[in-house]
T-cell receptor, first 114, second 111 residues
Framework: NAGVTQTPKFRILKIGQSMTLQCAQDMNHNYMYWYRQDPGMGLKLIYYSVGAGITDKGEVPNGYNVSRSTTEDFPLRLELAAPSQTSVYFC?????????????FGEGSRLTVL | QKEVEQNSGPLSVPEGAIASLNCTYSDRVSQSFFWYRQYSGKSPELIMSIYSNGDKEDGRFTAQLNKASQYVSLLIRDSQPSDSATYLCAVNGNRDDKIIFGKGTRLHILP
């Protein structure tokens, strides 16, 4: 099993460009999360989903959008990239109700906005 | 707004000693508590979860939870250089499914 797969691993964007960070999991997990981590800081929750068709905002949702059309995939869309969105983005999944906080993380996507 | 507070460190501990990491949380109805370890440049990995008051032991790791004081801690016995990492505390409330992380404590084990 691959677990949680994120693509791309690295990306440089110009201010105002848009892009989508892809996240896929093969563990049949219902819960999926997107976090960002700035240097020397903890993880900030951007969006999360408890199942296909259901998404909700986290702590820092502004400037981002998500969709969850399948159980496996949870893409994160950045619209009109800004330097403040330079960060490492982590996607995570969990089995759900019984152990929602026991997260499996992808390897991360490092985004630089210039 | 839920908050999770940790001392950012660095916390320096001699090899073989006990490392003690602490975390406080603001949402009194939080139900689930987690410790993640993150090596530099890597993704976080779960090392302990605790759901009820008291101690939970797993090998060299012990998680302690005190809901009345809104406090959760992680003890690492017989610290090894490989334990040098950032330790992230995470909390889940029962009103929603958000998992909120603290800023993490950097731990450095001195050989």
């Amino acid at each position: 099993n691959a677990g949680v797969t994120q693509t791309p691993k690295f990306r440089i964007l110009k201010i105002g460009q848009s892009m989508t960070l892809q996240c896929a999991q093969d563990m049949n997990h219902n819960y999926m999360y997107w976090y960002r981590q700035d240097p020397g800081m903890g993880l900030k929750l951007i969006y999360y989903s408890v199942g296909a068709g259901i998404t909700d905002k986290g702590e820092v949702p502004n400037g981002y959008n998500v969709s969850r059309s399948t159980t496996e995939d949870f893409p994160l869309r950045l619209e009109l990239a800004a330097p403040s969105q330079t960060s490492v983005y982590f996607c995570a999944s969990s089995s759900g109700t019984a152990y929602p906080g026991e997260l499996f993380f992808g390897e991360g996507s490092r985004l630089t906005v210039l | 707004q839920k908050e999770v507070e940790q001392n950012s460190g660095p916390l320096s501990v001699p090899e073989g000693a006990i490392a003690s990491l602490n975390c406080t949380y603001s949402d009194r109805v939080s139900q689930s508590f987690f410790w993640y370890r993150q090596y530099s440049g890597k993704s976080p990995e779960l090392i302990m979860s605790i759901y009820s008051n008291g101690d939970k032991e797993d090998g060299r790791f012990t998680a302690q939870l005190n809901k009345a004081s809104q406090y959760v801690s992680l003890l690492i016995r017989d610290s090894q250089p490989s334990d040098s990492a950032t330790y992230l505390c995470a909390v889940n409330g029962n009103r929603d499914d958000k998992i909120i992380f603290g800023k993490g404590t950097r731990l450095h084990i001195l050989p």
